[in-house]
């Protein structure tokens, strides 16, 4: 279901990104969010209002740029231009 929802249009929603705020204590919704292939944000925390009481999350989440081959790009292949850029 997650692979249809960032599937480009028409093939699919075409979604950038599905997340979910799961409270720390959900196990059942943390086990589903890990089945569906959500990813726990480590630096992603929010407080939503339950009622009367704002209450932790936990951010899970994954986007089309998850499933993206990560490139490594070596400096002898960048110009000399690029390699040798100096801030001041």
């Known amino acids: 279901m997650l692979d249809f929802a960032l599937s480009d249009m028409p093939a699919g929603l075409g979604l950038h990104r599905v997340q979910a705020a799961i409270m720390p204590g959900n196990t ?44 490594e790009v070596h400096e002898s292949s960048m110009p000399p231009s690029v390699r040798k850029i100096t801030l001041t």
Do not use: C, N
């Open 28 to 71: 059942a919704s943390i086990r589903l969010s890990s089945r569906v292939g959500l990813i726990r944000q480590p630096t992603a925390k929010v407080s939503i209002r339950i009622g009367e009481r704002w209450e932790f999350h936990e951010m899970y989440a994954r986007s089309v740029l998850d499933a993206m081959p990560q490139i």
